[in-house]
Nanobody, 131 residues
Framework: QVQLVESGGGLVHPGGSLRLSCAAS????????IHWFRQAPGKEREGVAC????????DYPDSVKGRFTISREGFQNTIYLQMNNLKLEETAVYYC????WGSGSRSCSPYYEPRVEYDYWGQGTQVTVSE
């Protein structure tokens, strides 16, 4: 059974940092692109980072480039999202998800594309940026 479990969310002041984790079980991450998305109440889901391990590819939208970093440490089945200099408007539920099998060997898109299939999703972790 495949599971993605996010953790690390919480309350942070503007300008602060958080490190989110996405622990994967039941699948080999090398075969999948890994994505971090977020969704705030009343807003559309948006992508913030992606990683294709086999392709050696990462990408970010301009809104977070230079502040967010997606990574995997060694051969762990955990993907991290380091978020620095967080902004008030980045309050959202953050989700990790995978592309389809085989997507790990191709460059990934950091954007959420409703017509694209994502095989697995986590339950999300709340990030609140507040004064």
């Amino acid at each position: 059974q495949v599971q993605l479990v996010e953790s690390g969310g919480g309350l942070v002041h503007p300008g602060g940092s958080l490190r989110l984790s996405c622990a994967a079980s039941g699948l080999a991450l090398n075969y999948y692109s890994i994505h971090w998305f977020r969704q705030a109440p009343g807003k559309e889901r948006e992508g913030v980072a992606c990683l294709s391990i086999s392709a050696g590819s990462t990408d970010y939208p301009d809104s977070v480039k230079g502040r967010f970093t997606i990574s995997r440490e060694g051969f762990q089945n955990t993907i991290y999202l380091q978020m620095n200099n967080l902004k008030l408007e980045e309050t959202a539920v953050y989700y990790c998800a995978t592309g389809t099998w085989g997507s790990g060997s191709r460059s990934c898109s950091p954007y959420y594309e409703p017509r694209v299939e994502y095989d697995y999703w986590g339950q999300g972790t709340q990030v609140t940026v507040s004064e």
